[in-house]
């Protein structure tokens, strides 16, 4: 994490870390992201502070050009930095600028001048319906220790059957299990409810029976060999180990399998605004991504809908 104490003046510092303050308790934003602002403003200074000579104060931030931005901008650019990170630390200047204002640090509108970078949509690559089904069910025949073959099939049903990110399903405990529902937290400490189909539900009771350690209700059930959290790290392992035994592409991952579960979602019919919910993204545009993965699914639904088709 960047260390503000050298290219700053105590000022601004102290606006910094109240900032940032703000992003992790009021705005609730997961750790990585306020790391990653964090981070991104920590750049930001280091070059301000090289270009004045000296550390960066409030009036420095006062007095800030459009010119300022754009020659930080441009050299991150000759690092080699995406353009996707620099909308991200020009997001990131935007917010900490706004929240100063608000707090009555009068300072320059210059990062509100620019426009981000444009960037290019990835599209998620997603497993066939085939590609998943299999990693789910060859995962017990790499593991000779029954209950850890059946934590990893467990795991791995949530991202697929239930559109988990790794972390979530990670973090599940008893607590969250309902019948034929999960409680789910997401990003920023979001909570949503999304349905237990039963070969998922199966696949989590079968691990609970084998498993030797016996977490309380408000903890993660998901443990490692020595009774402890389990690591995000050993799931990457074993999709790792499958991607080499059923001949998977590189990008297969427990997130490709979420994607997966989008995708194949939508290509059944699954409402959009559905699929949202189910995956916790604040934005629909977010899930819209899968409209592009998808296409020929959407074009038969125009087919048979419009009436000028």
Known sequence: MTDFSVSTADDLRDALTGWLRHLASVRRLSPKTVKAYQRDLGQLMQFLAGHLGGPVSLRDLKDLRTADLRAFM?????????????????????????????????????????????????????????????TIETTSQLEDRPWVAARDMAVLSLCYGSGLRIAEALAVTGADLNGEALRVTGKGGKTRMVPLIGPVR??????????????????????????????PRLIQQRMAQLRGALGLQPSASPHALRHSFATHLLGQGGDLRAIQELLGHASLSSTQIYTAVDTDHLLEAYRKAHPRA
Request: include cysteine.
């Open 202 to 231: 199966q696949s989590i009771d079968t691990y609970l029976s084998l498993c030797p350690f016996h977490p309380r209700q408000g903890e993660p059930i998901f443990r490692g060999v020595r009774g402890g959290v389990l690591s």
């Open 74 to 134: 441009a050299d991150r650019r000759s690092e080699g930095t995406a353009s996707r990170s620099l909308a991200r630390t020009l997001s990131a200047t935007k917010n900490f600028f706004s929240w100063a204002e608000k707090r009555g640090m009068k300072l320059s509108e210059a990062p509100q001048l620019i426009s981000p970078p444009k960037t290019s949509k990835s599209l998620p690559r997603a497993l066939t319906v085939n590609e998943a089904r299999e």
